[in-house]
């Protein structure tokens, strides 16, 4: 049973508008929670990351969110632009030096033009 | 070089054969990490090298022998696979910390076909 869910495979969104990608975990002991962005024949990059303390880190024009009680953390992009088109994973670590991330199978997000 | 690479980008290879895949990371990190994503699955971590040390091995087959002789470089050594190996090899690097998170960077992959 996955511990880390990202339930939407895919995703689109017109160019200008807010993206917005979710993540579900079920193990409340995750401490830290990572997103990280894959293009095509690349390894994924790291984007953002979030600690349990907090319930909001802003990046330029990404966003995370985290709602403990639910368990639940999104990734908030906006603008959103043509190169922002990619795979999105969302990981979860069990300690804030994490080694051992779980990940998400991942979003497929298309921005179009 | 800069970043993480690895070696090589596709390979292919029967059930009977011995490959080896390499990882070169150039940002003086100090821990190393194999991860297998395989498809429609989450990445999957393998195993992780502290210091050239293996701290971590999540169940993986013999099949699969990591060699890390030094913080710069590891390998991931494939005998007597299973088609069901088929997949991408993820590599990455962080500097490993008691405080702070741990950024991984990644290396491209290698995607593997096991006939």
């Known amino acids: 049973d996955q511990q880390v869910k990202q339930n939407s495979p895919s995703l689109s969104v017109q160019e200008g508008r807010i993206s917005i990608l979710n993540c579900d975990y079920t193990n409340s002991m995750f401490d830290y929670f990572l997103w990280y962005k894959k293009y095509p024949a690349e390894g994924p990059t790291f984007l953002i990351s979030?600690?349990?303390?907090?319930d909001k880190n802003e990046d330029g024009r990404f966003t995370v969110f985290l709602n403990k009680s639910a368990k639940h953390l999104s990734l908030h992009i906006v603008p959103s632009q043509p190169g922002d088109s990619a795979v999105y994973f969302c990981?979860?670590?069990?300690?804030?030096?994490?080694?051992?991330?779980?990940f998400g199978p991942g979003t497929r997000l298309s921005v179009l033009p | 070089e800069t970043g993480v690479t690895q070696t090589p980008r596709h390979l292919v290879m029967g059930m009977t054969n011995k490959k080896s895949l390499k990882c070169e990371q150039h940002?003086?990190?100090?821990?190393m990490y194999w991860y297998k994503q395989s498809a429609k699955k989450p990445l999957e971590l393998m195993f992780v090298y502290n210091f050239k040390e293996q701290t971590e091995n999540n169940s993986v087959p013999s099949r699969f022998s990591p060699e890390c002789p030094n913080s710069s470089h590891l390998f991931l050594h494939l005998h007597t696979l299973q088609p069901e190996d088929s997949a991408l090899y993820l590599c990455?690097?962080?500097?490993?910390?008691?405080?702070?998170?741990?950024?991984?960077?990644f290396g491209p992959g290698t995607r593997l076909t096991v006939l």
């Open positions: 979030i600690s349990s303390i907090k």
């Open positions: 990455a690097s962080s500097q490993d910390r008691t405080v702070g998170y741990n950024e991984q960077f």
């Open positions: 940002l003086g990190h100090n821990a």
């Open positions: 990981a979860a670590s069990l300690d804030n030096y994490g080694q051992n991330f779980v």
